[in-house]
């Protein structure tokens, strides 16, 4: 293949970005040379739609190093990282992706890794398994997997109906994914799209989170940590309490928009926050999404209501309202994480990606008694990748004596 210095010079910022998330991905590591002497996914075919970043390239070297052929596009049009793609076609694996592409490009390219028929389909949010249930039902396909909790409803959705014509696994519901991932992951680097995308000071701001799931609880937790007096909206009775009791004020959508002056949403829901919460907001708040889809914030309705636009800083959009009041939009309100800063840190998504890798190698050891449902990793994976990832963390798991064992299985003792 054929590259200009422009290419070579992103290729290569792209593998050394790869070489440095490899460091913090351990335990990917160690299924990497576990898949290199086993061949695992050997003459299998591979399609990918992920977010283009360096923890993805990694797993997708750790699929190449089992066997696999592998092509990849984005999940998403502002999460590709332009280096990232370039080193992974240097590399040889076809990577369909540009940051900022069109909604047709998005499309054609999920159509473009679809053309190579796949045995397996790694999925960021269904929209290729939505394609593959639309436009290609008579597409042949072994298996799934899906990475996230907006993409895990579709699927249950389409269980729910009948219409699911493969197995898929739901990786997102393994503990190992988003007890971690969705919290520490989305927590951590949802801020940091902010501070990119603003550069504000967290302290003393007035920080509303809406929803308080693993994702909400993560941003919240960060935030509060940083110094900012968080608001949680909840929709869901139980998680609204657990807020409250995280020492967090819990108010309505409607409040909350007078009470804060930063907005974060991670529902998966959509217009969370609309026009008359805009109405309200206070001049200079800055709204961002997390959650998987850029319709949490109903961005149609600040237009209609702007009477002017511009960009102001990278990713960060002035929104001016007719009595002078400014709104911030973060990255078009795209997942903000990925869309003004990198994404998870490598260290998170070292276990993800790992239950990622085996979900691939478990759904062909088995593909034979597999029916057209959603399933979740066997918990010996899951507690396989925690127990691999606490040893990198230098961390020592206690093992119960045969007394104890013996005590908990028991029910004839007592006080
Ligand atoms: N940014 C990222 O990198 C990243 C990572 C993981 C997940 N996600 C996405 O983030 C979203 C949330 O994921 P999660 O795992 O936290 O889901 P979750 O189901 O654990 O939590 C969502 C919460 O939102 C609440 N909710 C729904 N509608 C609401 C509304 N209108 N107002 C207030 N609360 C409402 C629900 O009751 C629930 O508690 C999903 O779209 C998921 O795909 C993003």
């Given at each position: 293949m054929d590259y200009d210095i422009a290419d070579i010079a992103l290729a290569e910022k792209g593998h050394l970005r790869i070489e440095w998330a490899a460091r913090r991905m351990p335990v990917l590591e160690a299924i990497r040379e576990r898949f290199v002497a086993e061949q695992p996914l050997a003459g299998y075919r591979i399609a990918a739609c992920m977010h283009v970043t360096t923890e993805t390239a990694n797993l997708m070297l750790?699929?190449?190093?089992?066997?696999?052929?592998?092509?990849?596009?984005?999940?998403?049009?502002?999460?590709?990282?332009?280096?990232?793609?370039?080193?992974?076609?240097?590399?040889?694996?076809?990577?369909?992706?540009?940051?900022?592409?069109?909604?047709?490009?998005?499309?054609?390219?999920?159509?473009?890794?679809?053309?190579t028929n796949p045995h397996i389909v790694f999925d960021d949010g269904a929209d290729t398994t939505t394609v593959l249930h639309k436009e290609r039902k008579d597409q042949p396909i072994i298996g799934g997997m899906e990475e996230t909790t907006t993409g895990v409803i579709r699927l249950k959705a389409m269980a729910d109906e009948g219409v699911l014509r493969y197995p898929i696994v739901a990786v997102n519901d393994s503990a190992t994914k988003h007890l971690f991932d969705n919290r520490h992951g989305t927590g951590q680097s949802s801020l940091d799209g902010i501070l990119r995308a603003s550069n504000i000071l967290f302290a003393g701001r007035r920080v509303v989170v809406a929803g308080f799931g693993d994702c909400g609880w993560g941003i919240a937790t960060r935030a509060k940590g940083l110094g900012a007096d968080v608001i949680v909206v909840e929709s869901n009775p139980v998680r609204?309490?657990?807020?409250?009791?995280?020492?967090?004020?819990?108010?309505?959508?409607?409040?909350?928009?007078?009470?804060?002056?930063?907005?974060?949403?991670?529902?998966?829901?959509?217009?969370?926050?609309?026009?008359?919460?805009?109405?309200?907001?206070?001049?200079?708040?800055?709204?961002?999404?997390?959650?998987?889809?850029?319709?949490?914030?109903?961005?149609?309705?600040?237009?209609?209501?702007a009477v002017s636009r511009r960009v102001i800083r990278d990713n960060l959009e002035e929104y001016e309202l007719p009595d002078g009041r400014r709104i911030y939009v973060v990255a078009e309100g795209r997942l903000v994480n990925l869309g003004a800063a990198e994404g998870h840190p490598a260290d998170v998504m070292d276990m993800s990606f790992s239950d990622q890798a085996l979900a691939a190698e478990w759904i062909i050891k088995n593909a034979e008694t597999l029916e057209a449902k959603v399933y979740t990793l066997p918990d010996y994976l899951d507690e396989e990748v925690a127990r691999l990832k606490?040893?990198?963390?230098?961390?020592?798991?206690?093992?119960?004596?045969?007394?104890?064992?013996?005590?908990?299985?028991?029910?004839?003792?007592?006080?």
């Open positions: 750790t699929l190449v190093a089992g066997g696999a052929e592998v092509v990849l596009c984005a999940s998403n049009p502002l999460s590709t990282q332009d280096d990232v793609a370039a080193a992974l076609v240097d590399t040889g694996i076809p990577t369909f992706a540009v940051r900022g592409e069109s909604a047709e490009t998005f499309y054609e390219h999920i159509n473009a890794i679809l053309d609204a309490v657990a807020a409250a009791m995280e020492g967090h004020r819990v108010l309505t959508a409607d409040d909350a928009a007078e009470a804060g002056d930063v907005f974060i949403t991670a529902t998966g829901n959509i217009h969370v926050f609309r026009g008359e919460h805009f109405a309200k907001m206070p001049d200079g708040s800055i709204v961002a999404n997390a959650g998987h889809f850029d319709v949490e914030l109903d961005l149609v309705a600040l237009d209609e209501m606490l040893e990198a963390l230098g961390g020592g798991l206690e093992i119960l004596s045969d007394e104890q064992v013996e005590y908990l299985a028991s029910w004839q003792h007592g006080t």
